[in-house]
């Protein structure tokens, strides 16, 4: 009879939790999952930036949704930088470009494109929350060991910027700074671990050079440079990324565009 009973009570566990998965499941928009599928194959490198997508057709048919729901998952797309609509054509991957006040989401790397050389000065290693001088990391953030990693960037054999940036262990494993994807930490995360920058907070200020950056730089110490601290909030919960960045603007000034 005990033996009954139990079986009985794992039946109706087994049952109410299979009612709870599907109620979950349920509850993620039907055009949420067609964009998150597509965003993840992008992500992952199987439509690279010149593809085009599957025709709304064709994505109709696949996930046997409406019309109105492809449209809706193509502009979350479209909205989020992942693809740009072409009359006539269809949806084509591209490289996104999100401007955030003087940097963007897609970092020094993939902005610089072939002229920029990236040389790991440090590379990732354990240490201490307390060498982020401005922006605050969070009370949680300083429970958790503290990673972080340095870095030249060169444009056409001239140093320009130097900068150390910084990630909670608990959030993201380490990494070696050497073995970022097209060496780029943006592009890593994107396509190794899903994970996209969604925005910044920036502080600049003028500075004089130390004479460690000065050398690094090839500049004279006490030479004016911009310091640019910045903190980036990502589409993982929790997780930021602080950066502190030195430039040398003496011939590559920073540069943003902006539209009203």
């Not at 998952?73 to 991957?93: M, W, Y």
């Not at 909030?233 to 030195?246: A, D, P, Q």
Request: aromatic share 12%; proline share 3%.
């Amino acid at each position: 009879m005990k033996t009954l009973n139990w079986l009985y009570i794992c039946f109706q566990y087994c049952r109410n939790r299979k009612h709870q998965m599907g109620a979950q499941k349920q509850s993620i928009p039907k055009y949420q999952v067609v964009c998150n599928h597509f965003k993840k194959r992008i992500q992952k490198g199987y439509f690279l930036p010149g593809d085009y997508l599957p025709s709304e057709h064709a994505i109709c048919a696949q996930f046997n949704v409406t019309r109105t729901t492809t449209r809706r998952a193509l502009d979350a797309l479209l909205n989020e930088g992942f693809i740009t609509k072409e009359r006539g054509k269809g949806s084509r991957v591209v490289e996104r470009k999100n401007a955030l006040g003087l940097l963007t989401v897609k970092g020094f790397s993939e902005v610089s494109g072939e002229k920029a050389e990236t040389l790991v000065v440090e590379d990732t290693a354990l240490d201490s929350w307390n060498d982020i001088p401005y922006f605050a990391p969070s009370s949680k953030e300083k429970d958790s060991e503290c990673v972080s990693f340095s870095r030249l960037r060169n444009m056409e054999g001239n140093a320009v910027m130097v900068d150390k940036t910084w990630y909670s262990l608990d959030y993201l494993p380490l990494i070696s700074a050497k073995d970022f994807v097209a060496d780029s930490f943006f592009k890593t995360l994107s396509k190794q671990y899903l994970i996209e920058i969604l925005g910044s907070d920036q502080e600049l200020r003028s500075e004089p050079a130390t004479a460690s950056l000065a050398e690094q730089l090839n500049i004279k110490t006490g030479d004016p440079i911009l310091h640019i601290s910045i903190r980036f909030t990502t589409t993982k919960s929790g997780f930021y990324i602080y950066s502190e960045v030195y430039c040398n603007t003496k011939k590559y000034p920073i540069s943003n565009s902006y539209f009203i």
